[in-house]
């Protein structure tokens, strides 16, 4: 007899899914910006957008939350006289209900401070302080659809106000700036996505910028999310920066130090941190090609601190940790996945060229740079011309940099491509320099890498057999100089 086979509606598996928080927080969108406001379409009928939100809301949340509100205020709205009459009644209505624990009307109340405040503009400025501390009360929770409300009533807000806002940030950044040290990272993520918006509205970056790193001398757990508030505002769409970034890049990293940044003292290397984050943010986000801006922008900075450093002024102590600060950042997005972002590898070179050269350079910034050169010429995502390469090898031996610090570099290097064509020749001729010097902690410290290279490249037989491998070290006799 032939069995019938399984209904579809009996299949061993519940193809049904419940999302993680994780899954959630990804599917939570709260760009206002590039939405098709359809809010005031019907502004024919009705003369306020509060008693249209009303309306909407009335038919769409049943819940004896939204009910009890409801009858509260609707026969305070109906007109916009009778809405400016009736604010305060209205606003404290909305306060009282937006602290019910649990409540089932967050989603029309948020709504509604959103078009009250398109409705008053300026007479409901003076209650955002109030409302923003009752909206951030609502984030510390697992339902992923009031975090999405919260934030899309603050977007909201930041996008009706801005303009009164813009004239009064420094207050408005000292009350928002909590969430940037909330102890939850999509929270401080949200955050500076949502307040990014009125960030690029400011006609003077640079004053904001000085306000915002200087917060971090007393808050330096709001670094972090100060760079990736940064990277907000400088986010475009489609993997790209915003038009504001070539601007906006400049400005924030002359922040890094006094040489760049004079008659303001900010925590120096908490700024550094906030700019690597959003340098590390950037990196995940942005494609290589559309990248350049934030490397021309670093380029421009570590020539122009270089410049200071090299001229030997009063300012040079203060450059050189400038421009250490600036490396740091430089390493970050050169080894960020093996040279991923590197847009013009060898226009990079040529500025770690130049760095190399210096006879200015101090120890810890030194070892920088020969971390970032290590990275440049291992990436497996940079290509760069051998000539280059060669070039760049020569100077590294020939610099003025310490010779432990060339030689621990040069331990990093066994594993590049074609090590014996474009490396080694310069070693060897490093090295026998080292062992005709005299100094006996130098010809220790060159027999020391030879040593290194050739158990790397020629490692010995660990069956127990006596077999050998070779690995032939050819000197000419020349020294580096």
């Known amino acids: 007899m032939k069995i019938k086979s399984k209904s579809s509606y009996h299949k061993s598996e519940n193809t049904y899914r419940f999302l993680t928080f994780a899954e959630r927080l990804a599917n939570v969108n709260i760009d206002v910006i590039h939405r098709i406001d359809r809010t005031g379409s019907y502004a024919e009928e009705v003369e306020t957008y509060f008693s249209e939100g009303l309306t909407k809301w009335k038919d769409l949340n049943l819940t004896e939350h939204f009910t009890t509100f409801l009858k509260e205020v609707s026969n305070k709205s109906q007109s916009f006289n009778m809405l400016v009459f009736h604010q305060k009644s209205i606003v404290e209505s909305l306060k009282t209900h937006l602290t019910v624990k649990n409540s089932l009307a967050y989603q029309p109340l948020l709504d509604l ?40 009533c603050l977007s909201y807000l930041y996008k009706y106000l801005w303009r009164l806002m813009v004239r009064d940030m420094t207050n408005i950044y000292s009350l928002y700036s909590t969430l940037l040290a909330h102890k939850k990272e999509h929270i401080r993520k949200f955050a500076a996505e949502s307040f990014s918006f009125l960030m690029r509205k400011v006609p003077d970056l640079d004053a904001l910028l000085s306000h915002v790193f200087s917060d971090l001398q007393q808050h330096p757990d709001k670094a972090e999310g100060a760079g990736q508030l940064l990277f907000e505002m400088c986010k475009g769409v489609r993997n790209m920066f915003h038009s504001c970034a070539a601007n906006a890049l400049p400005i924030a990293l002359r922040k890094l130090g006094p040489s760049t940044n004079p008659g303001v003292s900010l925590p120096w290397d908490t700024v550094r941190d906030a700019l690597d984050h959003m340098a590390q943010a950037a990196a995940d986000h942005v494609d290589t090609e559309h990248f350049l801006v934030l490397w021309e922008s670093l380029q421009v900075s570590v020539v122009e601190v270089l410049g200071v450093m ?42 770690v060229l130049r760095l190399i050269r210096s006879s200015s350079l101090s120890a810890s910034c030194s070892r920088l740079l020969l971390q970032i050169t290590s990275s440049l010429l291992l990436g497996e995502n940079i290509t760069l011309p051998k000539a280059l390469i060669q070039e760049t090898v020569h100077k590294v031996f020939g610099s003025t940099m310490g010779q432990d610090l060339i030689l621990e570099f040069t331990k990093e290097m066994f594993t590049m491509e074609q090590f014996e064509q474009l490396f080694l020749p310069s070693l060897l001729r490093f090295t026998a320099g080292l062992f005709s010097c005299g100094d006996p902690l130098s010809r220790h410290c060159g027999l020391d890498v030879l040593v290194s290279l050739i158990l790397a490249k020629a490692p010995p037989s660990t069956d127990g057999s006596m077999a050998f491998e070779t690995y032939p070290l050819l000197f000419t006799g020349q020294t580096t100089g």
């Open 113 to 152: 401070v959103v078009q009250l405040a398109r409705d008053l503009q300026t007479d409901f400025y003076p209650h955002f302080p109030d409302f923003f501390i009752l909206i951030t009360s609502l984030l510390d929770t697992k339902d992923t659809e009031v975090l999405e409300w919260a934030f899309t």
């Open 310 to 351: 090299e001229a030997k002024g009063e300012e040079a102590d203060q450059a050189t940790e400038q421009l250490e600060r600036l490396l740091f950042i430089v390493h970050t997005l050169v080894s960020h996945r093996d040279g991923a972002k590197v847009t013009k590898p060898e226009a990079v070179c040529q500025t």
